[in-house]
């Protein structure tokens, strides 16, 4: 009964491919986000979606794509992996139309290493 | 100057000790403050919001200094348990989506 759920935990891949991580919250939340934690645990924002809409868009590289089918599900593709892109990744949700409500529930990580 | 500051740490302390962590922000339209816990490897967890008159949780004490710009914590009679990274976390526009993180004070309590 995990209420931010997202898969995979760990993915190493080579530079080059492309992945995509999942996550699911059963929460009931309008709102679902993207954060991502570098080496120095600096966590920052990249997307956010309320209710399948984009609303955040951070200054992310287009290589990254959210697709959210509904407002349950906010997926993150990635696109042509880049060293850099080696991180945390973690998925939030919070309730409230746009996040008004600001508690954020995060999902456990996944953790992404491109070699 | 970063929008959220924090000592690093590591802060080290035997049970049982009062430990405090300040933290300061830079955009005095600052609206909401909070405490998130980082456990190593996990996922964020919201400890505490801060209010403007200070707040207590148990054994945590929040306080909030608008005119200086910065946030604190304080948890007394400290346990193994309290371990982890605390995330000092400010928002400036009232939505979850504006939240701007620090990149956290870790406290390692010893016994």
């Known amino acids: 009964d995990t209420a931010v759920s997202q898969t995979p935990k760990y993915l190493v891949t080579q530079m080059g491919n492309d992945k995509s991580i999942k996550c699911e919250q059963n929460?009931?939340?309008?709102?679902m986000y993207w954060y991502k934690q570098d080496s120095k645990k600096f966590l920052k924002i990249m997307f956010s979606?309320?209710?399948?809409?984009?609303?955040i868009n951070e200054t992310v590289p287009n290589r990254f794509s959210p697709k959210s089918p509904d407002k349950a599900h906010l997926n993150l593709h990635i696109n042509s992996l880049e060293l850099g892109d080696s991180a945390v990744y973690f998925c939030?949700?919070?309730?409230?139309?746009?996040?008004?409500?600001?508690?954020?529930?995060f999902g456990s990580g996944t953790q992404l290493s491109v070699l | 100057r970063k929008e959220v500051e924090q000592d690093p740490g590591p802060f080290n302390v035997p049970e049982g000790a009062t430990v405090a962590f300040n933290c300061t922000y830079s955009n005095s339209a600052s609206q909401s403050f909070f405490w998130y816990r980082q456990d190593c490897r996990k996922e964020p967890k919201l400890l505490m919001s801060v209010y403007s008159s200070g707040n207590e949780d148990g054994r945590f004490t929040a306080q909030l200094n608008r005119a200086s710009q910065y946030i604190s914590l304080l948890i007394r009679d400290s346990k193994l348990s309290d371990s982890a990274t605390y995330l000092c976390?400010?928002?400036?526009?009232?939505?979850?989506?504006?939240?701007?993180f620090g990149t956290g004070t870790r406290l390692q309590v010893t016994l």
């Open positions: 929460l009931g939340h309008d709102t």
């Open positions: 939030a949700s919070s309730q409230g139309r746009r996040g008004s409500n600001e508690k954020l529930f």
């Open positions: 979606y309320n209710n399948k809409e984009l609303i």
């Open positions: 976390v400010v928002n400036w526009a009232g939505t979850a989506s504006k939240l701007t």
